[in-house]
């Protein structure tokens, strides 16, 4: 069965995959195609706990190989935070994208700048009898104080690739699918699909 799950339920997320793993040759669907509504907590204290966690819930519960993604953005004057907990990096409930850069700004203004920082991405696959294999996938760049682009999700839009001079939010889908730690994690997951689907 060449299916592969992509197991988020994270609509930003599902689009990138979807264009990232285009040319695989595998049949890729979503939680909501086949009806699978499923929640899980990330509780784990490493990206690789979260991410196998993720893949081995959606591949046990539909019967089909899941690729699912912890990431999280790295900031090293703030000693690595937000890190693993970049989604719920807010001091409010209920937090949307835009509070969590205002906070992140918000706890980086007295800091000297550059900001340098980067993406991290851990990129799990599962296969329904429980057996999982990881990669990870990086992208450095900087925090910047303003926001710029409209593209993109989450921090991408105060995370300045230096090379490019752009956001990650002010690339287009093609720069950002070869330049992303998701893309590079992908390229590094390439050996473990053809494995599991062949060429």
């Given at each position: 069965?060449?299916?592969?799950?992509?197991?988020?339920?994270?609509?930003?997320?599902?689009?990138?995959?979807?264009?990232?793993?285009?040319?695989?040759?595998?049949?890729?669907?979503?939680?909501?195609?086949?009806?699978?509504?499923?929640?899980?907590?990330e509780?784990?204290?490493t990206?690789?706990?979260?991410?196998?966690?993720?893949?081995?819930?959606?591949?046990?519960?539909?019967?089909?190989?899941?690729?699912?993604d912890?990431?999280?953005?790295?900031?090293a004057?703030?000693?690595?935070?937000?890190?693993?907990?970049?989604?719920?990096?807010?001091?409010?409930?209920?937090a949307?994208?835009?509070?969590?850069?205002?906070?992140?700004?918000?706890?980086?203004?007295?800091?000297?700048?550059?900001?340098?920082?980067?993406?991290?991405?851990?990129?799990?696959?599962?296969?329904?009898?429980?057996?999982?294999?990881?990669?990870?996938g990086?992208?450095?760049?900087?925090?910047?104080?303003?926001?710029?682009?409209?593209g993109?999700?989450?921090?991408?839009?105060?995370?300045?690739?230096?090379?490019?001079?752009?956001?990650?939010?002010?690339?287009?889908?093609?720069?950002?699918n070869?330049?992303?730690?998701?893309?590079?994690?992908?390229?590094?997951?390439?050996?473990?699909?053809?494995?599991?689907?062949?060429?």
């Amino acid at each position: 069965m060449n299916k592969l799950l992509i197991a988020t339920n994270n609509k930003g997320k599902i689009v990138e995959f979807q264009d990232l793993l285009q040319d695989a040759g595998i049949e890729l669907v979503t939680p909501a195609q086949i009806q699978l509504e499923l929640d899980v907590i990330e509780d784990g204290s490493t990206y690789i706990e979260n991410a196998s966690k993720k893949a081995v819930a959606f591949a046990q519960a539909s019967g089909l190989v899941s690729l699912a993604d912890d990431s999280g953005l790295e900031v090293a004057v703030l000693g690595g935070a937000p890190g693993l907990y970049s989604a719920r990096y807010s001091p409010k409930p209920g937090a949307r994208d835009a509070d969590r850069r205002a906070f992140l700004l918000q706890n980086l203004k007295d800091k000297p700048r550059p900001w340098t920082a980067h993406f991290h991405a851990t990129i799990a696959i599962a296969t329904p009898a429980g057996q999982v294999e990881v990669v990870d996938g990086n992208c450095y760049g900087e925090i910047i104080p303003e926001e710029r682009g409209t593209g993109g999700f989450g921090y991408d839009s105060i995370f300045l690739l230096p090379e490019m001079g752009k956001t990650m939010a002010e690339l287009s889908m093609d720069e950002k699918n070869r330049l992303s730690h998701r893309a590079r994690g992908v390229i590094n997951a390439a050996p473990i699909l053809k494995k599991l689907f062949g060429e």
